[in-house]
């Protein structure tokens, strides 16, 4: 079996303790069942997108109409996840992992993908935290010399492999790149499933950018294998999917019956959510979207998403998660603090109402502000027992769609000087392994960068107006880039990949047509680094 396995990077004593060679045949294995099913459903998307651009909008699928209308539920999930009300997520980093874990949120969501900059020393040692955490022992001294170890009490430990779309290019099997999200997942069950199960625990996933119940069919098909070739009882492995595409929002009672067996609910990825949306109507100048700011949780297409997503989870019987609060403590100016964490108060207190049963938050400063909103209105473990009136559906499958008609004022120079800042100085972090980074007050990861580029495409392509009703075109955006370009490199002298970072950027933007998505370009950058400064290369086995 492990004929056909090349390792395209450094192998160290950290490499050889995560991939020994039992692990690597069962990660041949995963790739060689299920890499072509995957390979499949990714030509699917594009097929799907080019029936979008072609104007066939998307609508609930008459094939599964018999599954929406069906009288069945999910598995319950065991007694130690009933209660998420709080979720932190973050990146796999040591003092991240056991901070998090502390913090006092229910849950700790371990981010592989979009928290993540999957660089080879991120993905290795992103393992051997989570193994560390997992059995108890994790600790970390700081370079000040600071220790940093669990609590009694930590919070449950979910992990987020990356989205079927990324590879793993640091594994080749069968002369091809492995799934990311398939590397991810096998390298943390392989390593965990026992350790778990001595703690009578489970392992917990998050999974992310799933686009069609057939993509959750698949992941629901690595469950069964995996549990069956590590002999754990079937059902053991529960997982929570992001509804952060439109497309998912059409299949969402499609892919908890997927994965009834193994679910653990459903997730209001927000972001995500947004930047889909963009994506997907990328031809439909009547879908332009404003300033990201103004983009809410109370526009049509986003109240809609999260009242069905609410629905269906109870209906189903399980939970209906809440979305990210971006948001960070703002130092130094006690006003502006205030404000922003009255956003989040509000956002919390929405959510609960709703119906929602737990949320997401990007700092342990907000778990407080989030805990009260939900202790104060959700007095049970979660409120999966609300089951919201039954929606008239012909309606929903318009509201979905309903977005209100841009006009001057809507997008402002001050919203797209933003989006070229966050969209620079995020890949700049990201080329030098950060995938999680402070911007305007606001923890910033892969989805709200793809916002931020996505939109100036947008709104370039279809002369969004301004403020005073001049269309936004090229020479308006290389202005405002040049400005910017000239401020960053006054704020970032000794950077090394600003400029890649600022290349990188353009090129999605002049791009004629729209690039699905901004992270394999950096990838690939990485990768490349990597390969000029390993001393060891690669080993074929």
Request: aromatic share 10%; net charge neutral.
């Amino acid at each position: 079996m492990l004929k056909g396995i090349e390792i395209r990077a450094n192998i160290d004593q950290n490499v050889q303790k995560i991939l020994n060679n039992e692990c690597l045949e069962f990660l041949s294995q995963l790739e060689r069942r299920f890499g072509g099913i995957r390979d499949n459903l990714l030509q699917k998307r594009k097929e799907r997108q080019d029936q979008i651009n072609g104007g066939i909008l998307p609508e609930f699928l008459e094939s599964t109409k018999a599954v929406r209308s069906g009288d069945w539920k999910c598995l319950p999930v065991p007694q130690e996840i009933q209660d998420r009300r709080v979720e932190i997520t973050g990146p796999t980093d040591r003092k991240m992992v056991i901070n998090a874990l502390n913090s006092g949120a229910k849950v700790f969501m371990a981010d592989f993908e979009d928290a993540n900059c999957p660089n080879w020393e991120n993905s290795i040692y992103g393992q051997i935290n989570m193994i560390d955490a997992n059995s108890r022992t994790i600790s970390y001294t700081s370079p000040d010399r600071r220790e940093y170890k669990l609590n009694k009490d930590v919070a449950i430990l979910f992990v987020r492999p990356r989205g079927w779309h990324l590879n793993e290019e640091h594994i080749y099997i069968d002369g091809k790149a492995m799934s990311g999200s398939l590397f991810d997942f096998g390298c943390y069950i392989f390593h965990n499933h026992q350790i778990l199960k001595n703690r009578n625990s489970s392992p917990y996933f998050y999974l992310p950018k799933l686009e069609s119940h057939l993509e959750a069919r698949l992941w629901n098909d690595v469950f069964v294998f995996s549990q069956e070739y590590l002999k754990m009882p079937i059902g053991t492995i529960k997982a929570t999917v992001l509804i952060e595409t439109i497309l998912a929002s059409f299949e969402m009672d499609e892919i908890l019956y997927e994965l009834r067996q193994h679910s653990a609910g459903l997730n209001c990825g927000r972001w995500d959510y947004i930047f889909s949306f963009i994506k997907k109507f990328q031809n439909y100048p009547n879908f332009i979207l404003p300033d990201r700011s103004k983009v809410t949780m109370t526009s049509p297409f986003m109240d809609t998403y999260v009242k069905l997503l609410i629905y269906t989870c109870h209906r189903r019987g399980v939970h209906a998660m809440g979305g990210m609060a971006a948001q960070i403590p703002i130092k130094n100016n006690k006003d502006a603090n205030d404000a922003a964490m009255e956003k989040v108060r509000l956002d919390k207190l929405r959510e609960v109402k709703a119906g929602h049963d737990g949320t997401w938050v990007a700092h342990p400063a907000l778990i407080p502000i989030a805990m009260e909103q939900f202790n104060q209105n959700m007095k049970n473990a979660n409120q999966i027992d609300y089951i919201p009136q039954t929606p008239n559906f012909s309606q929903i499958q318009k509201s979905l769609l309903e977005v209100s008609k841009i006009k001057p004022g809507d997008i402002t120079e001050e919203g797209f000087r933003s989006n070229i800042v966050v969209g620079i100085e995020y890949l700049e972090a990201w080329l030098n392994g950060n995938g999680c980074v402070p911007i305007f007050n606001l923890m910033e990861d892969a989805a709200t960068a793809e916002i931020s580029r996505s939109q100036i495409w947008q709104w370039i392509r279809h002369r969004a107006p301004l403020p005073n009703g001049k269309p936004i075109d090229i020479n308006y955006y290389n202005n405002l880039l040049s400005e910017e370009v000239s401020k960053l490199e006054k704020a970032h002298p000794k950077s090394t990949t600003l400029k890649q970072a600022i290349s990188i950027f353009n090129n999605l933007i002049v791009s004629p047509t729209f690039i699905d998505f901004l992270t394999p370009s950096c990838y690939n950058a990485i990768v490349s680094s990597e390969k000029v400064n390993s001393p060891s290369g690669s080993a074929k086995l």
